[in-house]
């Protein structure tokens, strides 16, 4: 019980480095959370500070989620013999943890991003057949509607759906685990569903790819 709880907030720990933070060390420049929709994550990256810089915290924040489900639960710690648990089932919980520490960082006041890119990594890593359709929805929600809320949204529920019909059903851990990331997701947008009620939601429009061709 001890290595998975050193193993959780092992997970909880890396979620806490933030790809803009790091980022932003690496490049200079301004606190994501001081510019734009003061979100730390890919999103306001690529508002704020341009494409290149926004590839950076993303493909740092979706390496964490893979880092933390994989890597971590693999590391043998050293100390007397342990009830085994699954390492597939460890992987989810420290999924969690990873998120977790993502949306709430410790060590930056629990000022976080939406874990949308995280969750990425750790469907790809523990749930790879889940993510081809979790990003067909989230890239075709962005190129109709330019809301990038929706489309995150909308991706955690077809990984959930998916998992629900095709992957072990809705009881299973990674059923439990897709329906807990959902949650959490749609928690995170909570202030975007908002926005999109009142019709001030910031909206993507060059993202918008159909609106354009049916323009023409």
């Known amino acids: 019980m001890i290595e998975i709880l050193l193993k959780i907030l092992a997970a909880y720990l890396l979620g806490g480095l933030m790809g803009g933070d790091i980022m932003r060390w690496l490049r200079g420049g ?61 992987g989810f ?11 709430y960082p410790l060590f930056q006041k629990f000022r976080g991003g939406k874990g949308v890119a995280t969750l990425a990594g750790v469907f790809g890593a523990l749930l790879p057949a889940a993510l081809p359709w979790m ?29 629900a019909l095709f992957d072990g059903g809705v009881q299973s851990a990674a059923g439990l685990f897709a329906l807990a990331m959902l949650l959490l997701v749609t928690f995170k947008h909570r202030e975007n569903i908002a926005r999109l009620l009142e019709g001030s939601e910031h909206r993507f429009d060059k993202a918008m790819i159909v609106h354009k061709w049916l323009a023409r």
Do not use: E, W
């Not at 909308?154 to 998992?163: L, P, R, S």
């Open 135 to 163: 990003l067909l929805v989230f890239v075709l929600a962005v190129i109709l509607t330019g809301y990038v809320a929706i489309a995150s949204i909308g991706g955690a529920v077809a990984a959930f759906v998916y998992v």
């Open 93 to 103: 919980l420290c999924g969690v943890a990873v998120a977790m520490g993502h949306c």
């Open 30 to 90: 301004a606190d994501l959370r001081q510019s734009g929709s003061g979100n730390v994550g890919a999103t306001n990256a690529l508002r704020t500070r341009g494409k290149g810089f926004a590839l950076g915290v993303l493909l740092i924040d979706i390496g964490k989620g893979v880092v933390a489900s994989l890597a971590i639960p693999a590391i043998h710690v050293p100390g007397p013999p342990q009830a085994p648990l699954p390492q597939l089932t460890v």
